[in-house]
Nanobody, 125 residues
């Protein structure tokens, strides 16, 4: 059974930092591309960042480029999202997801095969 478990969410102030983690089990983690998405209240789920199976390629949404960094540790079956220079508009539930097309940098949520339950991030001004 595949499980993706996010952690590290919480509250922060504008300009601050948070680091999200997503621990994976039940899948050959190193073969999957991993992504982060978020969903704010009354908005659709949106792409944040993705990283290829080996970690050499990444892609970011324009809204987080230069502020967020996605990384992975295949030995620990974990993907991370370092969030710096937080803004109130970053407030959302953040989800990690696994894409069996490991080389692809999909920004479309429909392309992802497995999802975590999400972790809340709240940024105050």
């Amino acid at each position: 059974q595949v499980q993706l478990v996010e952690s590290g969410g919480g509250s922060g102030q504008a300009g601050g930092s948070l680091r999200l983690s997503c621990a994976a089990s039940g899948l050959r983690f190193g073969a999957y591309a991993m992504g982060w998405f978020r969903q704010a209240p009354r908005k659709e789920r949106e792409f944040v960042a993705t990283i290829s199976w080996g970690g050499k390629s990444t892609k970011y949404a324009d809204s987080v480029k230069g502020r967020f960094t996605i990384s992975r540790d295949n030995d620990k079956n974990t993907v991370y999202l370092q969030m710096n220079s937080l803004k109130p508009e970053d407030t959302a539930v953040y989800y990690c997801a696994a894409d069996k097309t490991g080389w692809s940098l999909d920004t479309d949520a429909a392309k992802y095969d497995y999802w975590g339950q999400g972790t809340q991030v709240t940024v105050s001004s």
